[in-house]
């Protein structure tokens, strides 16, 4: 029996570098939210044993031996018990940019251990699955997880569930460029100053509600700087109405949030429209995903 899993990609709402660690990893402070656009993935059992991949984008299929969806199988399978020797073949179909921003890679990681668990039966808790997802990366627990949106700390792999962006309608832009996270933190020039930083969202539990005014992203003018494109985007959304635009992630992709009763009827196909003659055709309209 195959089975389809969708995998959402995420928008950074606020992302801060708060110091550095002892093993090279950055800690961060960042809010993160699900949205609904998506990968698809075929996962099936197979006779034949082995692990099988193939994958609709050339180069992810080059790539396979160290692509996050054959890392996170077999993560899997080596860790679950009476799995060894499993037959699996998995489908991947790609519709997120790669190298974007987007937090893609991770995603389809998090939605094959969710596919896998539920194939076999739940060996694991929501808990423990995120535990065995850790080693794939820093967003590969939030995507394993169940929640749609987090405020997360750490290197962005200890998630506290925060409500959902509400209100808003959110446009996606992306310049058709791919950037490496690493690059983007190799140029990052750390500092340890908080000045700007708006802390309440994790020291207070009860104060979760989203304010644009606390949209920021450290790692936005590293990128900027090799690609002015980004700034030009952020400003195009900014004139077509949009509350506030900024960079996910190390980019390059821009996200607008504009204000749902501040978008007349017929004005959302004219802004799209308007931003593809632009900017190209990696413009993607989303909504919060509910995990649909």
């Known amino acids: 029996m195959m089975m389809k899993i969708k995998a959402p990609a995420k928008i950074n709402l606020s992302f801060q570098i708060i110091g550095k660690r002892a093993d090279g990893y950055h800690e961060v402070l960042t809010r993160m939210q699900k949205v609904s656009l998506t990968d698809t993935l075929f996962l099936e059992r197979t006779k034949s044993g082995g692990l099988a991949f193939t994958c609709d984008d050339l180069q992810l299929q080059t790539e396979a031996e160290s692509n996050l969806v054959v890392r996170a199988a077999e993560t899997f399978l080596n860790n679950t018990k009476g799995l060894s020797g499993e037959g699996l073949r998995i489908t991947l179909q790609k519709r997120i940019p790669v190298a974007a921003g987007l ?5 389809d990681a998090g939605a094959v251990l969710q596919g896998l668990n539920r194939i076999f039966n739940y060996p694991y808790t929501m808990q423990e699955l995120v535990e065995l997802s850790r080693p794939l990366g820093a967003d590969v627990p939030f995507f394993t997880s169940d929640y749609t949106a987090v405020m997360a700390s750490g290197i962005g792999d200890v998630l506290e569930p925060c409500d959902d962006l509400a209100g808003f309608w959110i446009v996606l832009v992306n310049p058709g460029i791919g ?3 690493r690059w983007v933190f190799e140029k990052y020039a750390l500092t340890r100053s908080l000045k700007n930083f708006k802390v309440t969202g994790f020291q207070n539990k009860d104060n979760r509600d989203f304010s644009s005014s606390e949209m920021c992203n450290d790692l936005e003018s590293v990128t900027i700087e090799h690609f002015p494109v980004i700034g030009d ?9 949009a509350e506030a635009a900024m960079m996910t992630g190390s980019g390059p992709t821009v996200f607008g949030i504009f204000r749902e009763t501040g978008v007349a009827p017929g004005k959302k196909a004219v802004i799209l429209d308007d931003l593809s003659s632009e900017f190209g055709s990696k413009v993607f309209s ?3 995903w509910t995990g649909a």
């Open 233 to 241: 985007i952020k400003t195009k959304l900014l004139d077509l109405g």
């Open 286 to 288: 989303v909504e919060n």
């Open 179 to 181: 950037v490496s996270t």
């Open 103 to 107: 937090g893609g890679g991770s995603s």
